[in-house]
């Protein structure tokens, strides 16, 4: 529907509707008591003016399905690839799935998840791989060691563990800001190696939320001489104080943070884009941390079969100090931008901001927990277990225990899935223990599968094995031969200048569109381009695979990033600024860790045996 006149005034175009349903028809709004040529002048409102009126609606009719526009018309405007005949007729069916895929994933005309299943139905109806070949990439070993972490997630979410790990550091480091920022940051990157950085994300925000408020209403009070802050009572061996009251009178609405002082605003500023900052950061701590870091497991074993370096063990013991120095750069970043440098290094720019408000409500919300539980225990236990398993299973200075079996026999994702089928067998609480209910029954088990099934994030591994098959496509149809070869007129670039251009590239291109889908388009590529051109795939594939994750100058980035947007203490402008310094700074640590320790554990100065086998390629 339009409006009939542009120069009607904006209360006057919303109340009048033209229907151009069949049924009707231009002359009916010509009545017989107005003359036809006054109704045939533009200026008063003609069918002339009215057909102008029309088309623009359709055009805006258009622009708000562009979705389906996308849809429809990008596989259409790529179909003369599927005739193409140059390089070879392979190799452009293959580069039209690519194309196809990487501009739904990048406009997100589809979900992403959806656009992962394409290959599933079109890669056979082209020609190109059988649908048998394809599925196998859905369910890999590295899918399965994703899903053992993920599973692992869903029990530390059941009992809450996760939340009370965040409020007793937050409770020791205290609500001085820039120590309440750097609790906030080491929480949220540990939690974030764990669990998706989406559910840390948005554990996190409300607390900060309630702290920062909290904080603020307490220091308003004070201010006013309104009453005074004392302990109330004392529960589980932890003092309590009644929290002040929210507003003034009851039934106000709660304080926004608009209504804070402009301190306390970017207080809220900085503790906001902290979270989201640490949780984007913490996914690169572990190979299961997040999508990009499984895909290029994934691409090794492809292009790379005889190499077996990319394993949960070596991936920590590399990314893990980097990430460290990430999130102390984050800090030092949102510290200096939003509560000054001179709060960096003295105590007295914290006085406005002491009191009790935050302290209170971390208390309050720990208290809610009661007692550390028996089934919190537990999980502790196995959560210490498994990572052990996993870091000492082939740690590459030593021996590791998965030497007493068959090479290759014993992977990441079978010590996961060990480790969670347990959670399913292992009971809660046990006769005796404080906790249990009464009798000797024993407590039902630590996870059940209604709750897996609830709250495991299918779409993500949907996701992730599209990544799979579409370097799975590239390689078996040679484009990523034929790209790496094309590509190996930069061989004349130092390779840590190469690595570096690949680095930006990455960190620009992650900043509109999904850290998986980029790492699912660039890694096939870049992975023949080190073969290629002779340098240590790893050289490459590692810093830009952690580049992919460095997402922090948009609020459509990453969905740590929207959450954090969404909850209403930051503008645009402000996670610009801040993200676009992040990204530099951690892009230049990147570099820093792979051309330092990277190289020495990973031997990177070498070219090995093993890459030797894809650089004789068709280069045509």
Known sequence: MASTNNHLSPSMDKDIKVDFSPESSQHDFITSTEPLAKLSDPREGSPISSGGSYWRSIVKELLKNWKLLVIVLTPILLSPLLVAQQPNEQIAKCLYILILMATYWCTEALPLPATALIPMFLSPAIGLLGAKVIAINYITDLNFLFVAGLIFAVAIEKWNLHIRIALRVLMLVGTRPKMLLLGFISVTGFLSMWLSNTATTAMMIPIAHAVVIEMWKQKKHENENEYPLEPQNEENGVAVSEA??????????????????????????????????????????????????????DTMSKYFPESDDITFGSWILFSLPLMIICLFICWVILVIMFLGPRTLFCRENDAEFENEGGKLVLKREYQKLGKTSCPEIILITFFVILVLLWLFRDPKFMPGWSSAFEPKFVTDAATGLFICTLLFVFPSSFPGISGHKSGLQLGPPILDWPTVQKKLPWGVIILLGGGFALADMCKKSGLSDWLGCKLGVLDSIPPSALVFICGVVM??????????????????????????????????????????????????????????????????????????????????????????????????????????????????
């Open 507 to 620: 960190t620009f291109f992650t900043e509109f569109t999904s850290n998986t889908s980029s790492a699912s388009i660039f890694l096939p590529i870049l992975a023949q381009l080190a073969a290629t051109i002779g340098v240590h795939p790893l050289y490459i594939l590692v810093p830009v695979t952690i580049c992919a994750s460095f997402a922090f100058a948009f609020p459509v980035a990453t969905p740590p990033n929207a959450i954090v947007f969404a909850f209403g203490h930051l503008k645009v402008l402000d996670m610009v600024k801040s993200g676009m310094l992040m990204n530099f700074l951690c892009l230049g640590a990147c570099m820093l860790a792979i051309n330092t320790w990277g190289t020495a554990y990973f031997k990177l100065n070498t070219f090995p045996d093993w890459a030797n086998i894809t650089t004789t390629s068709q280069c045509t």
């Open 244 to 297: 002040p009251p929210t507003s003034s009178k009851e039934g106000e609405e709660e304080l926004k943070p608009s209504e804070m002082s402009p301190k306390f605003q970017n207080l809220g500023k900085a503790v906001s884009l902290s979270i989201c900052y640490a949780a984007n950061i913490g996914g690169t701590g572990t190979l299961t941390g997040t999508g990009p870091n499984l895909l290029i497991g």
